[in-house]
């Protein structure tokens, strides 16, 4: 299965934005969301299981990040609310390895082409 990150854009600080992850088939597996900033490492944004379960968020996005699927699209949605700068980085979804999840990279495949959010100040 392949999985397609989609919405990003450009925005100023407090807009809001929702990123879409796309499977190309039906698909049995939870999702999660990373970023990556310029020169930074690969980090954990949010994640639910297939259930819709087991989600999970940051700590610096929690209350304002919100993630949702849609079972009929095939769609995970990451609604991300009051953006500010720090939030500027390429957006990726992937799927788990397993049901247990987790919050690091080693814990998901199927990497999906990510998406850049840029948030003006």
């Known amino acids: 299965v392949q999985l397609q990150a989609s919405g990003g854009g450009l925005v100023q600080a407090g807009a809001s934005l929702r990123l879409s992850c796309a499977a190309s088939?039906?698909?049995?597996?939870?999702i999660g969301w990373f970023r990556q900033a310029p020169g930074k490492g690969r980090e954990f944004v949010s994640a639910?299981?297939?259930?819709?379960?087991?989600?999970r968020y940051a700590s610096s996005m929690k209350g304002r990040f919100t993630i949702s699927r849609d079972y009929a699209k095939r769609t995970v949605y990451l609604q991300m609310n009051n953006l500010k700068p720090e939030d500027t980085a390429i957006y990726y979804c992937?799927?788990?390895?397993?049901?247990?999840?987790?919050?690091?990279?080693?814990?998901?495949?199927?990497w999906g082409q990510g998406t850049q959010v840029t948030v003006s100040s």
């Open positions: 639910m299981g297939w259930s819709g379960g087991s989600i």
């Open positions: 992937a799927a788990m390895r397993s049901i247990a999840g987790g919050v690091r990279s080693d814990d998901y495949d199927n």
């Open positions: 088939e039906r698909t049995s597996f939870g």
